[in-house]
């Protein structure tokens, strides 16, 4: 299947490590133009020359830190001037800070806001003149956590449940424009976020880390975790010309862990 994906410029998010490098490596694979976005050079520097090596296709990077307003509209005008007009943008981020209910103060139900949703209503902002013009593709990331709710992960729930409704809400509005926006969900995917999460479960059980993950993983029907990669080539076919006609739609990538509908 041809993606059509070539000389499209692209702005990942997040894609320093974990998910968002996944993605960009996968639009790599398919020559298009990527711009990748994140708070630490190193790991850009590194990320960067890990998707050459592999495709021979070079990233440009660019640092911000997307809880910076000013600094999203910097790494996208970057983009456009290097790339030409956004084509597909990977919204992402690093996760909210675990925890339940009642630890909580307003400080940080505003901060995790501003991290996990209001940056993306701003870096959709940003693009949205190009893709008004040429149409476009927003693929929104999320967690599993919009299906089925993650104990100590409040903050998750809220805010990427809110995602989803941002998500249908847009892709109803900016249809007319040829502009499809989805969101994509992970499960289990080996990423240093889920290694965060999954130690602080597993101190409380008085168990090694990779014990407790290779439990774990007999819940997963396909007895595994997943890797960045999976979900980057959902996230590009998305993203694609070969997608026509999938819009408002969220779909989990997590190994068919999550039973509910």
């Keep these: 299947m041809d993606l059509k994906l070539k000389d499209k410029s692209v702005v990942v998010l997040a894609s320093g490590s974990g998910i968002g490098k996944g993605v960009a490596l996968e639009f790599a694979k398919e020559n298009a133009k990527v711009m990748m976005v994140g708070r630490t050079e190193t790991k850009l520097q590194e990320a960067q020359n890990d998707v050459f090596r592999i495709t021979g296709n070079k990233p440009d990077y660019f640092v911000a830190d997307v809880t910076d307003g000013a600094q999203i509209i910097a790494a996208i005008e970057k983009a456009r001037e290097l790339n030409g007009p956004i084509y597909a943008l990977f919204n992402n981020t690093g996760g909210p800070a675990p925890g339940n209910f009642e630890i909580f103060n307003d400080d940080d139900w505003y901060n995790a806001f ?3 949703l209001l940056s993306y209503i701003r870096a959709i902002r940003c693009v949205l003149p190009d893709m008004k013009i ?3 593709r927003i693929v929104n990331n999320t ?4 299906k089925q709710a993650i104990d100590n992960l409040l903050f ?6 809110g995602i989803v409704g941002l998500t249908k809400s847009i892709a109803k509005e900016f249809g007319k424009y040829n502009i499809l926006v989805n969101v994509v969900g992970a499960g ?5 976020r889920v290694d965060q999460i999954d130690s602080i479960k597993a101190n409380k059980a008085n168990i090694p880390l990779k014990e ?7 819940s997963i029907p396909l007895k595994r975790y ?3 990669e999976e979900l980057g080539k959902l996230v590009t076919f998305l993203s694609s010309a070969a997608n026509t006609y999938i819009t408002g739609q969220n779909i989990l990538v997590e190994g068919g862990l999550v ?3």
């Design 259 to 261: 039973s509910a509908y």
């Design 114 to 116: 501003n991290l996990t």
């Design 188 to 192: 289990k995917i080996s990423t240093e």
């Design 143 to 146: 967690s599993s956590s919009i």
């Design 134 to 136: 040429n149409g476009g």
């Design 226 to 228: 997943g890797n960045p």
């Design 212 to 218: 407790y993950q290779e439990n774990n993983a007999k």
């Design 156 to 161: 998750s729930n809220v805010f990427r449940t």
